[in-house]
């Protein structure tokens, strides 16, 4: 037989009768779908990450569909993309929600059909193709914001765009708040004085009116418009650039003014106006204008805004012109403008002589003690230009700090509170009389002077690392606040009150070594400082001794454990006992420790008895390990080991393997069982076969059990881990297990493992199992099922179960099932069936308790009944002699409806008379539910009512439906 033209993927019946007039059923395959159809965008669900796409069905499904939507970026001058996938396994729902887009991008979208058919996928043709843009959302922070160009009321800007526009950047808008510590995300625009809005495409601003000597805090948002009601999309802030504005013209120090001699001169100012707080500090520099390099600054020196505004200058050169440069710095660490000025030197006069350099007659850590020297002209020729007083100008060398200054000093002085082992510079001054000659000061040449050291203090964290019986590590940290080079420690340590043997090294720790054994020493650690004079020789001084401290070295340790071996005589699979000798030297032996090493684990014992044997247990059988011993002695909590004995190897016998893993049946047939298995945990030797023991029922103990029942031979090879069983007998409870054997060594025994896991199984009923000749007697809502018991059971059945399917709707879903007694008639009538419907009956019957043979399937059809009346009868377009009648199709066909039946009279009688006008259908087609009815009275009323009609041996006629009344009309 061929059978053609069936629709795919659905259930259709193949009729082949054979004598019992039987029939069939199959399912056709899953084909390829077509194409889903008119994939749009909802426009009111798109956004700028998200938008909805619908669309409609494919026309032919071929199968149950899941949908695969594909979308990429579009460009407008290439058709290929990388395209993301999603699958919408919703099953029919055709719509999906793409999110996770980039907002203010343009993409193109399309959608397959995909059937499955086992693991094979059959996909659709691509749908039609859209293309879609996101909407516009706000930008990412602008970047990379710096200032430059920073004046007293101005300062320039500069930033990157954001690195995700998100769409079209309308602006920028620039904030800012007077202030260091402002929070961008708070803080308003309120500060501002001029409008703050720069163009999108503008990366550059100048912002002006600005307060000078003062700090700000700045930042930018970047601004998009969305196309959908205009609304402003604001980006986060960029990063906040903190900038002070200088002082302006009239910030400077005011009044510059000098006065001059040859070498010398004294400068003096006014303090600045128009300063906000008030002035810390002045810097003044000055510039050798007559120079190469007019630019180069000489010196300068800091002056506190609480002194003087003075400075003296010295060691300039005759007939010099050179420029002073002052700016002053206010409590807020901001600077105001510089003021400039400008002086000439005087040319060299006979002027009086500067101070001798003063004599050193005496340093300590912290003074020095000076001889003074006047000048050898004191100025008694320069008309009453005499010495007035001596001053000592003193810092620290190379410093370019300020100077110290000690008054009206006497030919013997002395500085003190200095800072030991460090450099001064000394100057003596001479103050003129200045009523006649415009010098003020003269100066001395520097003198440069290093205090002397003071002792070291001791070492700092002196601790003590024992290595054994013999040696220790002595270990420190240099002493801080050293006036000197550390140039070497040393250790002394001794016994009782003996002398101590002292031991230097360069570096922070020393090793002690030839020590007695269990002995109390006590030490000190000290450091040596070098250092140079002023003379220019070495001076070493030794510093403060630690506290003492005291060690105690650790015993000797015991020699090793001497001739190490197992006895073999008693060796087990998993004990092994083995002996040694003692040491020749124990040294207050106390411990020893067994390590035996098995595979990756190494196990110790430690034996506290000191026996001179010992037999290791729970060893794994099959099994090698190395063996060795050693010695141990106790001091406080750490231990000494002695050097491990001879090493030994052994290895131990063979046992029963543990029990086979995982039995389970595969492919049971009604005499044939297929069986696997996984081989023993713990091997415990080498395997040499497998026991299979098979016995009937489901309660055995396999402990207990024998073999008797197996007709096959149960031993299969040791590399074997699947078999089958035969000659079994159909429908029978079975338990089955397995063992494993090895074998001795030593006497060849079999050693047999535990059981496995018993696995039950039953063999299922043969070919003929099923019940036999299934028949049916049906009418339109009933149908007697009979049948026959199966052949070739070993056992008798106890019931019968019968289950029926609707086969027109959905063959897979039970309607209902019944139990039916085996001592009962084989017989069940089925009732509520549907008229003119397929049902399929599965019968099968229990033999014993918990045993079902095959089911045997029967198909039956119901035979037609009457249908239900016509629905919704009405009467339309009533003229004088004409009418159109409608009507709905029955609620129930019960059948194939072939004809309707109108009856229409007048008068007042509640029942039709008469066959009525027919209405009939064609062969492939339902009747029509529309009449008109001509050649009436007018001016009448009439009654009209509809039945419907199947046809299967005779007419099943419905009830009527009406009546409806009307009147023509004149």
């Not at 779908?33 to 998200?50: C, E, F, G």
């Not at 360069?506 to 090793?511: D, E, F, P, Q, Y």
């Not at 039950?760 to 009979?786: D, E, K, L």
């Not at 019968?843 to 089911?855: D, M, N, P, Q, R």
Request: glycine fraction near 4%.
């Amino acid at each position: 037989y061929i059978v053609q033209a069936l629709v795919v993927h659905t259930n259709s019946t193949l009729q082949l009768w054979s004598k019992e007039g039987s029939e069939r059923s199959f399912t056709t395959r899953q084909a390829k779908p077509s194409s889903p159809r008119n994939l749009t965008v909802i426009k009111n669900t798109l956004t700028s990450v998200s938008v909805t796409v619908n669309w409609q069905i494919p026309v032919f499904p071929n199968g149950r569909n899941f949908y695969v939507i594909s979308y990429g970026i579009a460009s407008d001058t290439t058709a290929s993309f990388p395209a993301t996938t999603r699958q919408n396994e919703a099953g029919t729902a055709p719509s999906y929600t793409l999110s996770d887009l980039q907002p203010f991008t343009s993409y193109t979208v399309w959608v397959q059909a995909v059937n499955r058919e086992g693991s094979k996928r059959l996909t659709s043709d691509q749908s039609n193709l859209i293309k879609f843009r996101t909407l516009t959302d706000a930008p990412s922070q602008p970047l990379h914001l710096r200032y430059a160009n920073t004046q007293s009321t101005s300062v320039g800007l500069r930033w990157r765009p954001p690195r995700h526009l998100n769409g079209v950047v309308a602006k920028y808008n620039i904030m800012l708040a007077e202030g260091r510590s402002v929070n961008s995300s708070t803080h308003s625009n309120k500060s501002l004085a001029v409008p703050m809005t720069v163009n999108g495409n503008t990366r550059i601003a100048t912002v002006t009116n600005l307060t000078e000597l003062t700090w700000y805090s700045v930042w930018i948002v970047a601004v998009n418009v969305q196309e959908t009601g205009s609304k402003q999309l604001t980006s986060p802030p960029s990063n906040v650039k903190v900038f002070g504005t200088p002082g302006g013209p009239r910030s400077a120090p005011r009044t510059v003014r000098s006065n001059v001699s040859d070498v010398s001169a004294i400068i003096k100012w006014e303090s600045p106006l128009n300063v906000l707080g008030s002035v810390d500090w002045y810097r003044v520099s000055f510039y050798n204008v007559t120079s190469s390099n007019p630019r180069k600054q000489i010196d300068y020196e800091y002056i506190s805004g609480k002194d003087d505004k003075l400075m003296i200058l010295y060691y300039l050169r005759p007939s010099t012109r050179y420029r002073i440069k002052i700016k002053a710095q206010t409590d807020e660490k901001l600077w105001t403008s510089a003021a400039f000025h400008y002086f000439t030197t005087t040319e060299t006069g006979e002027l009086p002589q500067p101070c001798r350099t003063p004599t050193v007659t005496k340093t300590t850590s912290s003074s020095v003690h000076l001889s003074l020297s006047c000048p050898i002209d004191d100025g008694s020729r320069l008309r009453d230009c005499r010495i007035k007083r001596y001053s000592i100008k003193f810092r620290r060398h190379n410093s370019g700090n300020r100077f110290w200054e000690k008054k009206s000093v006497s030919p013997l002085s002395q500085l003190v509170d200095l800072i030991p082992f460090t450099f001064y510079e000394i100057r003596l001054i001479a103050v003129y009389n200045a009523v006649y000659c415009n010098l003020i000061v003269v100066p001395s040449p520097s003198l440069v002077i290093k205090t002397d050291p003071v002792a070291p203090p001791p070492p700092r964290n002196v601790r003590v690392r024992t290595k054994n019986a013999k040696d220790v590590v002595i270990e420190w940290n240099l002493p801080r606040y050293v006036n000197g080079t550390v140039d070497r420690c040393r250790v002394g340590y001794r016994t009782g009150t003996g002398n101590r043997t002292y031991k230097a090294t360069s570096s922070t720790s020393i090793s002690l070594s030839s020590l007695k054994p269990d002995t109390t020493y006590t030490y000190i650690v000290q450091a040596l400082v070098k250092h140079t004079l002023n003379t220019g020789s070495e001076q070493h001084l030794w510093g403060s001794k630690s506290p003492v401290r005291s060690f105690t070295t650790l015993q000797a340790e015991p020699s090793p454990p001497r001739n190490l071996r197992v006895i073999e005589e008693v060796l087990t699979s998993v004990s092994a006992t083995i002996v040694w000798q003692a040491p020749v030297s124990p040294n207050d032996l106390n411990t020893y420790v067994i390590n035996y090493r098995g595979g990756p684990c190494t196990f110790v014992i430690f034996l506290t008895y000191l026996p001179l044997s010992y037999t290791l247990s729970g060893l794994q059988p099959f099994t090698s390990y190395t063996v060795w011993v050693q010695a141990v002695n106790k001091e406080g909590s750490s231990k000494l080991t002695s050097e491990p004995s001879n090493v030994e190897a052994l290895k131990t016998l063979t046992d029963a393997p543990s029990q086979p893993q995982h039995l389970r049946y595969v492919n049971t047939q009604s005499t044939s069982v297929h069986l696997q298995w996984q081989p023993p945990l713990h091997f415990n030797g080498m395997i040499t076969k497998y026991n299979i023991v098979l016995a009937e029922g489901r309660s055995v103990n396999p402990e207990t059990h024998s073999n008797k029942s197996l007709a096959v031979p149960t031993t299969v090879d040791s590399n074997v881990s699947n078999t089958t069983l035969t000659n079994l007998t159909q429908l029978t409870w079975y338990s089955v297990w397995i063992v494993a054997v090895n074998v001795r060594e030593t006497d060849g025994k079999q050693l047999t493992s535990f059981p496995s896991d018993a696995t039950v199984f039953s063999t299922p009923g043969g070919p003929f199992s099923a019940p036999q000749t299934v028949r049916s007697n049906v009418s339109g809502v009933s149908a007697v099922i009979t049948w026959e018991r199966p052949l070739n059971l070993p056992r008798p059945v106890t019931w019968y179960r019968l289950s029926y399917y609707n086969v027109s709707r959905n063959s897979s879903k039970q309607i209902y099932y019944e139990y039916v007694s085996a001592k009962k008639p084989k017989s069940v009538t089925l009732y509520d069936l549907r008229p003119h419907t397929n049902y399929r009956t599965e019968i099968k019957a229990l033999v014993g308790h918990e045993l079902w043979t095959l089911s045997a399937s029967h198909n039956f059809t119901t035979k037609q009944i009457a249908p239900s009346p016509p629905q919704n009868l009405q009467t339309t377009a009533v003229g004088a002699r004409s009418v159109n009648v409608t009507w709905s199709p029955p609620l129930h066909a019960n059948g194939v409806l072939r004809q309707y039946r109108v009856f229409i009279q007048s008068g007042s009688s509640r029942s039709p008379s008469g066959q009525g006008i027919k209405v009939f259908g064609s062969l492939n087609s339902q009747p029509q539910t529309h009449l008109k009815v001509s050649r009436l009275t007018p001016v009448t009323v009439y009654l009209v009512w509809v039945s419907a009609v199947n046809v299967d041996d005779g007419d099943l006629i419905s009830q009527l439906a009406g009546p409806v009344t009307f009147t023509t009309i004149a």
